[in-house]
């Protein structure tokens, strides 16, 4: 499934950069070259960002690629990694919920009937990104878990055997 997942959001943030370059480029054209600025590229493109932001955000995580500071957990046994891993996750999805889904839905809410000045988009659909990053961070998050009780488990059983030796 994460197979799926990771591909899809390749797809999409390529799909969505790719026509932010061309619109880009139309925007160049209509302003300097026609002197008619088109009306609609600017907001399309700040709400395109705004989705690969948050996709690609969650894309970014969900591949180790994001920030981190491991000088502590450098410092701890492989166990003591793993769990204070597991910790970082809890908190992970603890903010994506509270923060990211909770506050995004009081958004939607509260801008449940306000449209966007140029292309007349619901503002609801240029706020849902918040929600699908939130959705998406803790499905990574979930993955991570797994993978690390998983290693845990796997490292105990191994124990034993190293012992003997």
């Known amino acids: 499934m994460r197979k799926v997942i990771d591909k899809i959001i390749e797809v999409l943030c390529t799909l969505i950069m790719g026509y932010m370059v061309l619109a880009v480029c139309w925007q160049v054209i209509t302003r300097f070259i026609l002197k008619n600025p088109s009306t609609l590229t600017e907001e399309i493109l700040r709400y395109l960002l705004v989705w690969t932001t948050m996709v690609g955000g969650a894309y970014a995580y969900g591949r180790h690629k994001h920030l981190s500071i491991n000088i502590l957990s450098k410092k701890l046994p492989f166990v003591g990694q793993k769990i204070l891993d597991i910790a970082v996750q809890a908190v992970v999805i603890a903010f994506s ?42 499905f990574y998050a979930l993955i991570f878990i797994a993978e690390d009780l998983k290693a845990i488990a796997e490292h105990r059983a191994d124990a034993p055997v190293a012992e003997q030796k």
């Not at 009081?106 to 988009?121: D, F, G, M, P, Y």
């Open 97 to 138: 919920i509270i923060v990211m889904i909770v506050g995004d839905l009081r958004l939607v809410e509260t801008t449940s009937n306000q449209i966007s000045a140029a292309l007349h988009l619901p503002m609801p659909f240029v706020y849902a990104s918040i929600l699908v990053g939130g959705i998406l961070i803790i």
